[in-house]
């Protein structure tokens, strides 16, 4: 029914606007341009009117619509354009919210304090593994579950290393860690221990990565690892 009317009256509006287009179609006012003028306006006006009128629920969907579909597409541009600083800044809120999570700046890697300890959210050979910074460690040393999670082969190793542990003085096997990998930082090759089965509870980030680093600092509740 409505775009019946519509059509209707679009038509009308059309054949109405060209009859006033014509010269001969008012004799009487055709000589007075300033009212003839005024008379098609107010007619186009009149027109404009009832078309808002009978269609203004419309009208305002159509309205609203744009105006949701282009504050979509300007958060997105906007979105776009600063995505890198965005995901600096979605770094840093992560590792403020979860222990160990690193955030990262180009080569520099930091890490938030939790109590009196660094923990440190790492991957060894691929696998994640939950790490604590010993720097009195000069290895880096894993648990057996660790190691295991991480493809090491365990039936194999030869525990002919002594180590210093809160359980006493024990024998830890030494292995090749391929890669250690914490937040934007990967370390190949890295000398590290795996120590008996039950003698360690916590595995250790030493001084076997840490040497291998441009440079680490704790500033302030802050763990900073610079790689080359």
Not at 39 to 45: D, Q, T, V
Not at 60 to 82: D, P
Not at 143 to 157: F, H, I, K, W
Not at 185 to 192: D, F, G, H, K, L
Request: glycine residues 8%.
């Amino acid at each position: 029914m409505r775009s019946a009317l519509f059509v209707l009256i679009v038509v009308l509006a059309v054949a109405l606007l060209g009859f006033l287009a014509r010269p001969e179609a008012m004799p009487a006012l055709g000589k007075i341009d300033d009212w003839s003028l005024s008379l098609r306006i107010f007619i186009g006006c009149l027109i404009v009117g009832i078309l808002l009128a009978s269609f203004r629920q419309r009208l305002t969907h159509a309205i609203a619509s744009i105006l949701v579909w282009g504050s979509i597409v300007v958060v997105l541009a906007v979105g776009y354009t600063y995505r890198f600083d965005l995901r600096d800044v979605a770094d840093r809120v992560m590792a403020e919210l979860l222990p160990g999570r690193a955030a990262t700046r180009g080569r520099l890697v930091e890490i938030v304090r939790t109590g009196n300890n660094f923990p440190v959210l790492a991957q060894v050979n691929g696998a994640h593994v939950a790490m604590l910074l010993d720097t009195g460690a000069t290895s880096v040393v894993l648990t057996q579950e660790a190691a295991r999670s991480a493809g090491l082969p365990l039936e194999v190793l030869a525990y002919t290393v002594s180590v210093e542990t809160a359980n006493g003085r024990t024998r830890a096997a030494p292995v090749t860690i391929d890669a250690i990998t914490i937040g934007g930082i990967t370390e190949r090759a890295v000398p590290a221990l795996i120590a008996q089965p039950g003698q360690l509870q916590t595995n250790l980030l030493g001084m076997s990565f840490l040497n291998r680093l441009q440079s680490w600092e704790v500033r302030g509740d802050k763990l900073m690892l610079r790689g080359k």
